[in-house]
């Protein structure tokens, strides 16, 4: 008898329960739209675009135990019965005494930069993401990347180049040009390409800022992905529960934010959580002022309840094994022809090395939104581009603009959402472009506002 052959398919851990129907749209239909958008892909309406890999951030698809959730909300204003479960699941992850919700990840961070931060102050990050940044830079104090050597070569694969350059951080905190109010490590490292950190990185990170008095904070947002890529590549760490994992990453912060849009596996909330009771006592005062009371913090009971059950979700070995493979995919059969990626694919999201693969673009002609514009006229994908757009500067003495350390085109893929041939479909439109990209040009800026100019700048072609 013929021995059986194992089966190496990664499968969906889950059965479609209700689906939602995508509009198809034709290449001129897509022209027209992307015009009319100011070749912005934030402008474009969603039912304009077949396949959305603009974030995976609110937009995946809830459970059948996430939906009985919301109908067991309890939408009382004060004291709801959803913000105990809420408040119980997140204090039994990440273990702080103080949970306090927001609507939002952008909503805590504001909250928390803008209770601890003053002008001349420096945060450091492995990489700040764009809210991040934003929030910190609007108190007047700097927001500092410190990313790690491996994590800086895009093309080389390592199994943890989200890292916090431990020797920069050590530096900076021992002649800091400023006040360091707290220090953050983002998990997994997003604008590095959605690439993981390590446990012994954090460890070390925590005592660091610990020996110099300075209070530790992780930004939680992919905290069960970063958790399953520590699981698979980090020794010692091969047979321990996800849930522990995340755990004992928590036992050596001091505080988190948390987009509960990522992990939470929810379509809104978030959380700023501390073990400092001053702090958080001020924190809640800010709250209550301009996003709701602290039982609430701007969200329905509902929502408090879908995350509740989410942050457990998240946890579950099969969907994680599914969802890092599903990324890597995507990854590895673009990469496979040629396209230049971050190697080795993140965790939510492939980023494609645009000034790579388009080096006739000029970094300040923005090769990203070149890209993402072709993906979208293509086959109806939005991207989101990475670069200059999205971080790059204005020289205070020269007045001139300053480009991104990468010009990345990010795929963010919506969790629970898209089946493997929605992702054949993705690799087809990205090679196409890939073929064609020497045609391809640059764009200019012809409207911009002063903060996070990427979700409303307006473009047109050079």
Same mark, same amino acid.
């Given at each position: 008898m013929r021995k059986p052959r194992p089966i190496h398919t990664v499968i969906e851990p889950f059965r479609i329960k209700s689906i939602e129907p995508i509009r198809m749209t034709t290449r001129d239909e897509r022209e027209q739209h992307i015009r009319d958008s100011g070749y912005n892909v934030f402008l474009l309406n969603a039912r304009d675009v077949l396949i959305d890999l603009l974030t995976d951030s609110g937009t995946g698809a809830m459970s059948a135990e996430q939906w009985a959730g919301v109908m067991r909300g309890d939408e009382s204003y004060a004291g709801s019965e959803s913000y105990y479960r809420f408040k119980a699941a997140v204090q039994d992850i990440f273990g702080f005494r103080n949970v306090i919700p927001t609507h939002q990840g952008r909503a805590a961070e504001r909250i928390l930069f803008s209770t601890v931060c003053r002008p001349g102050d420096v945060i450091p990050n492995n990489t700040h993401f764009d809210t991040t940044r934003a929030n910190i830079e609007f108190t007047g104090a700097e927001a500092r990347d410190l990313p790690c050597a491996e994590g800086v070569d895009l093309a080389t694969p390592g199994p943890f180049k989200g890292n916090i350059d431990l020797a920069a951080l050590e530096r900076l905190l021992e002649d800091p040009p400023g006040r360091i109010p707290l220090a953050m490590i983002t998990v997994t490292n997003n604008s590095g390409g959605g690439q993981p950190v390590s446990m012994a990185n954090i460890r070390a990170?925590?005592?660091?800022c610990r020996a110099h008095g300075v209070p530790f904070y992780i930004d939680a947002c992919r905290f069960a992905e970063n958790s399953y890529f520590i699981q698979q590549r980090e020794e010692g760490y091969g047979d321990t529960p996800l849930i522990d994992i995340a755990r004992e990453m928590f036992s050596y912060a001091d505080g988190a934010t948390m987009s509960a849009k990522k992990d939470g596996m929810a379509n809104i909330?978030?959380?700023?959580?501390?073990?400092?009771?001053?702090?958080?006592?001020?924190?809640?005062?800010?709250?209550?002022?301009?996003?709701?009371?602290?039982?609430?913090?701007?969200?329905?009971?509902?929502?408090?309840d879908a995350v509740a059950?989410?942050?457990?979700?998240?946890?579950?070995?099969?969907?994680?094994?599914?969802?890092?493979?599903?990324?890597?995919?995507?990854?590895? &059969?673009?990469s496979a022809a040629g396209v230049?990626?971050? $190697?080795?694919?993140?965790?939510?999201?492939?980023?494609?090395?645009? %000034?790579?693969?388009?080096? &006739?673009?000029?970094?300040?002609?923005?090769?990203?939104?070149?890209?993402?514009?072709?993906?979208?006229?293509?086959?109806?994908?939005?991207?989101?581009?990475?670069?200059?757009?999205?971080?790059?500067?204005?020289?205070?003495?020269?007045?001139?603009?300053? %480009? %991104?350390?990468?010009?990345?085109?990010?795929?963010?893929?919506?969790?629970?959402?898209?089946? $493997?041939?929605?992702?054949?479909?993705?690799?087809?439109?990205?090679?196409?472009?890939?073929?064609?990209?020497?045609?391809?040009?640059?764009?200019?800026?012809?409207?911009?506002?002063?903060?996070?100019? &990427?979700?409303?700048?307006?473009?047109?072609?050079?």
């Amino acid at each position: 008898m013929r021995k059986p052959r194992p089966i190496h398919t990664v499968i969906e851990p889950f059965r479609i329960k209700s689906i939602e129907p995508i509009r198809m749209t034709t290449r001129d239909e897509r022209e027209q739209h992307i015009r009319d958008s100011g070749y912005n892909v934030f402008l474009l309406n969603a039912r304009d675009v077949l396949i959305d890999l603009l974030t995976d951030s609110g937009t995946g698809a809830m459970s059948a135990e996430q939906w009985a959730g919301v109908m067991r909300g309890d939408e009382s204003y004060a004291g709801s019965e959803s913000y105990y479960r809420f408040k119980a699941a997140v204090q039994d992850i990440f273990g702080f005494r103080n949970v306090i919700p927001t609507h939002q990840g952008r909503a805590a961070e504001r909250i928390l930069f803008s209770t601890v931060c003053r002008p001349g102050d420096v945060i450091p990050n492995n990489t700040h993401f764009d809210t991040t940044r934003a929030n910190i830079e609007f108190t007047g104090a700097e927001a500092r990347d410190l990313p790690c050597a491996e994590g800086v070569d895009l093309a080389t694969p390592g199994p943890f180049k989200g890292n916090i350059d431990l020797a920069a951080l050590e530096r900076l905190l021992e002649d800091p040009p400023g006040r360091i109010p707290l220090a953050m490590i983002t998990v997994t490292n997003n604008s590095g390409g959605g690439q993981p950190v390590s446990m012994a990185n954090i460890r070390a990170a925590s005592e660091l800022c610990r020996a110099h008095g300075v209070p530790f904070y992780i930004d939680a947002c992919r905290f069960a992905e970063n958790s399953y890529f520590i699981q698979q590549r980090e020794e010692g760490y091969g047979d321990t529960p996800l849930i522990d994992i995340a755990r004992e990453m928590f036992s050596y912060a001091d505080g988190a934010t948390m987009s509960a849009k990522k992990d939470g596996m929810a379509n809104i909330g978030g959380f700023l959580a501390t073990n400092d009771d001053e702090l958080a006592a001020q924190e809640r005062d800010l709250l209550i002022l301009t996003e709701g009371f602290p039982t609430y913090g701007g969200l329905a009971g509902r929502d408090l309840d879908a995350v509740a059950v989410g942050l457990y979700e998240a946890l579950e070995p099969d969907y994680q094994k599914y969802r890092i493979a599903s990324t890597a995919y995507l990854g590895e &059969h673009i990469s496979a022809a040629g396209v230049p990626i971050v $190697q080795p694919p993140g965790g939510h999201a492939v980023y494609i090395d645009a %000034a790579a693969m388009c080096p &006739h673009i000029p970094t300040l002609e923005f090769p990203g939104i070149s890209l993402a514009i072709e993906l979208y006229r293509e086959a109806g994908i939005r991207s989101v581009e990475i670069g200059s757009v999205m971080f790059g500067s204005t020289d205070p003495e020269t007045g001139e603009p300053v %480009a %991104a350390r990468n010009e990345l085109v990010r795929l963010a893929i919506p969790r629970r959402v898209y089946t $493997q041939s929605h992702i054949d479909y993705v690799v087809e439109a990205i090679l196409n472009v890939y073929d064609r990209r020497e045609a391809m040009r640059g764009y200019r800026i012809t409207y911009e506002p002063a903060f996070l100019r &990427h979700f409303t700048t307006r473009f047109e072609p050079l």
